[in-house]
Structure formats: C-alpha cells, structure tokens
C-alpha cells in the first residue's frame, strides 16, 4: 500500500489528488485478491508498477501540451502517440547514417556516464551490508588543542565508554597476524584482537557459537577465539562439531568458541577474532593502540550520543591528564570512514563523465539542427495542413526519444562492459569496489538520464523548428542552410563542446604531470631490485635474547645466499602498515611540558639495513654488529629529525630519550651517531617524518621487513629465503612477500586510474568536438557551394575561400577555448586533492592543452574548407 | 440540431476498445473502480488484468468528456466512502454509435472475407 502510494508521486498533482486515493485503494483490493501467494503478489507490484510509469508519462505529457495551449481529443491521444512512434521510427530508418551517427555517439555518452555512475552507486552510495548501517560509527579522538585526529583509542577507555555512555554500543579492536600451525605449511592469518561484543555491534549473531565476553578480556583470561565462516568452511571443512576444538596460533592453543556470520570480516579481512587480554600494568591510559567501533542504539540519535561522549571524554579528561588533557572523542559513520578517500576522486570523474555526456548531447542536438534545416518544408507542410504547432512539437520530440532509447540500450550494454573493464583497471585502494554493478538504482539512473538527454538535445531543435513562422519556413531556400537563428545555436553548441572538452583535456592534462611528478620523485630508497617479506617471532618460544639471535643469523644466512647482495631487517619501513612513534626527550636541554613534547618515529634496525633499503647515509656513521645492548645506546637520526630538532647545530654527539621500550624494559639515553636520508615511508607523496633508527640488538623489536637486495641479474631471492627459514624454524609463517617496485607501482596506481579514466574521457570529448567541428563546416561549406563557386568564378582565390570556411569552424572554437579557460580556472580547484606536484591552473599544462585543442581543431575544419576551394566553378554552379 | 448531436457524438469515435468496456459495464448501474474492474475481468477475451493508474486515467477521460460522472452510490454511510461512476446520456449515446461503427466494421469485413 505504502508503495503504492510512492508509485503515486510520479503523478502531475492534479490527477493525484483527483484519483490518488482511489487508484491506492484499487490497488489495495488487488493485492488483497492475491495475498499470501508470494509470487503473485511480487507480480502484481511489478505490473502495477510498469503501469503507473507508462501512465504518469502519459498523463505529465498531457499536462505539458494543456500548458501549451493544446487541446488533444483525449479518446485518440494514445493513438497519436503509436502514430508519432510509427512516423518517427520510419523516418530514422529512412536516414540511417544520421541515426547511425546520432545513436552512437548517445550511446558512448550515456555508456560512460552509466558506468562511471554504476562504480560512484557501489562504492559511495550503496549501504554498508549490515543491518541498519546508517547507525555504525568509527570513534575518532581529537586534541581540541592541536586539532589533530586519530583513531586509536585505548583500552581502559572502550571499558570506560561501554560501562558510561548509553545509547552506545562499542568494541574495541587491534589488527593481528598470528601464525597459524598443525594444519599443513605453516601460514599467518589476518585477525584481530578484541574488547567484546564486536558481532553485536554489527547488529549480527553468531553463525555457531557464541560471541566473545568481557569475561575473556581479562589478564591471565582463557585462550578461546571466535573464527570466521570462511575459515570454518575451507580449513574446518564446515566441522559442526567445531566448537570446543582448538587451533594453534602462534605456538598456543586456542579454544574455538565461536563461528562468525557468513561474510563478516571486519577489520580488513579478518578471520578469527581473540580476546585482547590487555594488560594495565603494562600501559593504561594513553595507550592508544585500538580502534574503535559503535553502534548507536534504536531509540537514540547521533547528537544524543555525541551529546553523552563529550561529557564522558571531558570526564575522562579531568580524570587523567596526563593522556586525556584537551582530548575529545567524535563519530564518523563508517561508509565515510571506508569511502573517505575515494569521494572526492569519483565525483570528480562522474563530473568528468557527465562533460562528456554534455558535448554528445550537443552534437546530437548540431546534427537535429542540422537535420531540422532540412525539414523546414516537411513541417510547414504539416503545418499547413492543420497540424498545431504542438504536434509538430511532441512528433519532433518523439523521434528524440527514439534516439535516446536506442543510444540508452547500446549505452547500457557498453556500461556493462565498462564496468568490468573499470574494475579490473582499478588499483586495490578502492575500497567496496565489488559492488559496483549495474543494478535497480543504476537502470533508474539511466532511465532518467535517457529522458533528461532528450530534453537536453532534442528540445530545442524541436522548439525552433516548430515556432519558425510558417511563411519563413515555406519560403526558405534549401540552399541557405537554415536561417541566421540556427547557425548561431550551432555555433554556440561547438564553442561549448569545445569549451567543455579543453576542461576534460585539462584534468587529463593535470594528472598527467601528477603521475610525471611523482615518478620523478626521489622515493629516498632503492626501488629497483629490492624484495622484502615480514616476520614475526612469537614471543611464547622467542624472549628478547632470543629474538635478537634470530634475526641476526637470518641477516647473516640471506647475506651469503648468492642471490642477495645485502640483507637487513627493519620495523617501520617505506610504504607498509606498522609503524611506531613516541615522544621525544633532550637530556642535555631544559625539560618541556610532557604534553608539549615532540614525536619521533622509531625504527629498529639491523646493520644490513640501510645498505639493503639503499638509505643514503648523510653523515657519521650506520649501525655495525658491535652496537649491542652492553655498548654505548645509539640512534642514527634521519633529515627530517635533524631539520626539526638541530636546525642550527651538528646532531651527532647528543643525547635523545624515547619514552618507548619493546623487547626490554626500559630504553637508554641514546647517542646520535649517523644522519640518513630521508625515505617517503607514508606515501610517495608525503614527506618522512622526524625519525630515529634504532639498532634492534639494543631494542628488540619481534616484528621485522626482511629487506633483501639483489645482485644485478638476479631475478628473485624469495624461494631460497624460504628455504633458509625453514631451516632456521620450520613453524615460522612469512607474509607481505614483495617487490618494492610492485609497491610503488601500486602508489602509483589510484593517480594512473584517474589518469586513464579521464584520458579515455577526454579524448572521447575531443573526438566528438572534432566531428561536430568537421560536421558544422562540411554542412556549410556544402550549402554554400554555389557562392563560392561564384566567387571563385569572379576571380576569389582558393587562400580567400579556404579562409572563409575555416572562420566559419575556428571562430566558435576560439570562443570556446576561451569559455573553457575561464571555466577551467573556477573547476579545476575541484582536481587539487588528486594533484601532486603540479597546480590546479598550471599555465604549462594549459597551454599545452589549448595547443593540443586548436591543431584539433584546425584539422577537423581544414580538411573541409579545403575541399571547398577544390570545387570548380562550373560544378559548383550547376548544383542545386 | 440533430446533425449537431451526431458531430458531437462522432468526435468520440472510434472509441478505445477498453474504454468502450466501461461504458457497457456501467449501463444502467452505479459501480466503484474496484467493481468496474472485477466486471471488466469477465470478459475472457481480456488479456491480462486491470491495472489501477490505467484505470483511472480512463475514467478520468470519460468523465472529462462527460460519457460517464460520478454519483453518490449507495451510500451505505459505513467505512470508507468510495466514488461510484454512472453511464451519462451522451455517454449511452456514444456507446451506442460505437457499437454501430463496429458493426459496420464487421459488415465490411464478412463481405470482403466472404
């Protein structure tokens, strides 16, 4: 009933508020005959739903025609419709080029703008697959002080929020890789670590099982875990039994309580979930190492519970300063989170698209134009027969319709196509990407686009056809070309194809030298012949010493494979997930605020290191086997710590102290002895942080990049690096195998996709730019064959004719480049997120781009001008 | 006057056949949408089934053209009030020369098929 009466809206209000509610309650009375009988209820709402859209059609169009002044004999109007289907699809059949052209050229606007809207409709505008997913939030934590904002909570906070803030729903998470053995090859599994009650947050259950309790989550708490239904599946073999067995992870033995829904693997593909057991004495509040998600409650709203947190946060805030001073907690709704960096991009290219799809339907509305100059005598016929001018109107329109239905069908089939080809093209940073498909939403989506198109292109030829006086029509000569009125709009239609396609050129133009940019970018570190894994030891058979030893003769075994020509580990390397930072202290300086105390990432090392990443080594020294933990602590510092913190001295030979330990407990004062280059290690394009490298012996971190480089005509070290550590531990799983090469190719790969999607966007626009260019002074210069041949004949020379014909091409385009450089300069602003290394009005890209532009446009109004000049006279006068 | 009437009559032929339906079913009896429907789905040469907005356009015409208007109905005073519909003179008029241009039609059409 209820959808019923949405169907309704489509109605013009006066014949809803006539007969809405009797057609709802005729509708209600058919469903009531079908009720219970699912598959005739579903087809009753479909049918019913074809009708009411046919009908409101039917029913806008009359209003349309009242508005005009029209009386139609209402008995016979749908008849009139068949007819001026039956006249209109004749007449495009007796001119196939031109429908040809016309469909075509539809058809590759409203493809690409169906396709690139299918990816915007799957990626953005899609709900998240969970049940009510407008209500899951992401918690953000700012500093009001600094503004900053970051998403790792802590522990005792998640606690203190589940237990304070109602309306909320929250867990906590940390991602994990434990490495999974006694099920064949040892092998890490992606994970995470939880507070409790993440299912429940997702507004799931359990497909077997339970959910994990807050009881688990406690120091010393049993080792059970929740897995995933995937997992289940394939490695369990759909066991039903399965709870109550038990895995091993990382040397333990862990309890299987649960099995996640199926398709649930929140965060990033996770497959078992474990209880975080975190321990207070270790670190409490401060330690923000988790994330953290929330379900509002039914019954509260967003502002409520964002009302509640900030009392809780400033409660926080005064109970513990010393981590929670000017610290806030805020929502995001997850789809933002998840989408946050693609939005921008996409818009982008659907504003992209929807240029394309302007400058198609301007040429299709050149070639009516075209077409209509021609048919001034066909209506004045009709005209003068007794059509009104209504009519003639809704006949022309008719015809536009077909166009646009048939240039919608071949377009949707090219969506189809494309989207697969986008999705296959697209870089793996793209998140929910799988749901782009062409689906409800995008059919109504091209529908719409399809009638919108026909108005666009199809009006005002319409328009101007029909309202040309009738005498003018009668008496107009075929050979003028249809009348001062018509060359203006035509020209008008060129400049603003013109205008539109040196704005698409021109993003085209701007990625380009984004990409060129940032592969001329100097990364910091070797990007050829570099290979690099990640290894853990679990700290159940590895303590510290232990560790340390591993790592030490891992580097030594790979150093003599003859493959590698240096080796080293390192956590904290360019473009990977893991990193560390802490706050920073100057022993031999005054002592600041411990809030106003500088970060510095930390990154423990090996001595192969630096030579294996290829770090340049700036002053001082690298680390050597020497520097142990009974040696003097060192630090070697990068360009950007010593910029920061020793703008206007030597570094080396002071004392710094990082307030963070990791495999023992406390970490020394250290000793600058080196300064290294700088390594982009977000991003290719964000500079490096202030970091120190630490020597690992002296630290301890169990989580390392094994960085291999190879020697020159060397392929690949990774098979013989497995056999080595096979043979050091055979219960050791390796993850993350890689080429840097392939990485910062990926880096590359979001600008590439944009690059491509626009390039292939714009020389589409450039292409349809052209042919109309060529179409408008082909057209003319035909029509006005007689009077050059005249010319020519009193003695005009080819120069003076060729000239003539090419204004009649170039004067429009100029106009156009000139619009698109002014629209350009206000649009181009939209680009600047996506731009590295090159400003949004780049005058060299712009210049390069008009260049580009106006040879296009010289060719495409050459060849016909030309074709003028060759005409003979005596031809030329004989035509007509 | 009478070749007045005969125009006014014949600016409605040919008449759409669905419409002509609802003129038959409404001779001589007041009927709401959902009756005009169930009586036009007994005729078994009628594809398909009657759909709401198709309805209601329909009668929207007619009733614009003044072949059918709308009554008070029974008015059993109970419920919700629902709009009856009533065949008007023209109406029984228009009907009527529908169904003698249909005859002549089929006339025609014996004659030619033998």
Redesign the interface.
Known sequence: MSY?RLLLRL?PPS?RS??GE??????A??RREVAGRKGAEMR?AI??TA??L???V??WGRVALRGTGTIL????S??GWMQDLRFGTRSLLRRPGFTAAAVTTLALGIGATVATFSVVNGVLLTPLPYPQPDRLVVLRQVDTRTGSRSRGVDHPDVRFWQAEVPGLRVAGYEGARPTLTGMGEPEVVLGADLTDGLLGVFGLKPALGRDLTAEEDVPGGPDVLVIGYRFWKERMGSDPDVIGRTITLSGKAWEIVGVAPEGFDFPNGAALWRPQQHDETDCSHGCRYMQAVGRIEPGFTLTQVQERMTAASAHLSEAFPKSHRDVTTEFERMLDVQVADVRTALWVLMGAVGMVLLIACANVANLLLVRASERLGEVALRATLGAPRTRIVRQLLTESLLLSIAGGAVGVGLAVWGVSAMVRLAPDGIPRLDQAAIDGRVIVFAVTLVLAVTVLFGLAPALRLARRPLSAAMGASRRTGGGRRTALSRSLLLSGEVALSLMLLLGAGLLFGTLRSIRAQDLGFATERVERFRISTPESRYDTEATIRFFEELERRLDALPEVAAAGSAFGVPLASGSVSTSLTFPDREPVDPADRPDMAVRPATPGYREAQGLPLVRGRWFTDADQRENEAVAVINQAAARRFYPDEDPLGHPIRLSISWGFDDDPVRTIVGIVGDARTWSATEPDDPAAYLPNAQFGANVAYVTMRLERGARTALPAARTVLKELDPALAITGAERIEDVVAEELAPTRFYLTLIGVFSVLALILAAVALYGVVAYSVSRRTREIGIRVALGARSGEVVGMALREGVSPALLGIFAGIAGSLIGSRALRSLLYGVEPQDPGTLAAVTGILLAVVLAATFVPARRASRVPPSEALRIE | MVSQNTSKME??L???PE?FRILLVLRGRELH??AI?KELERDPGRP??V???????R???LS??GLIEETEGPGDGEG?R??YFRITRLGEAVARAEALRLEGLLAGARDLLG
């Not at chain 2, 759909?51 to 356009?57: E, F, I, Q, S």
Request: aromatic share 12%; glycine share 8%.
């Open positions: 019923y109605f014949f006539d007969y009797e057609m709802a309650r005729l509708y009375d058919r009753l049918e019913a009708d009411a046919v009908q409101a039917g029913e004999r209402e008995g016979t749908m008849d | 600016a409605h040919p008449m759409h419409a949408g959902y429907v398909g089934r759909l709401p907005a198709n309805l209601y356009r009668i929207r015409t614009e053209h919700e629902r709009r």
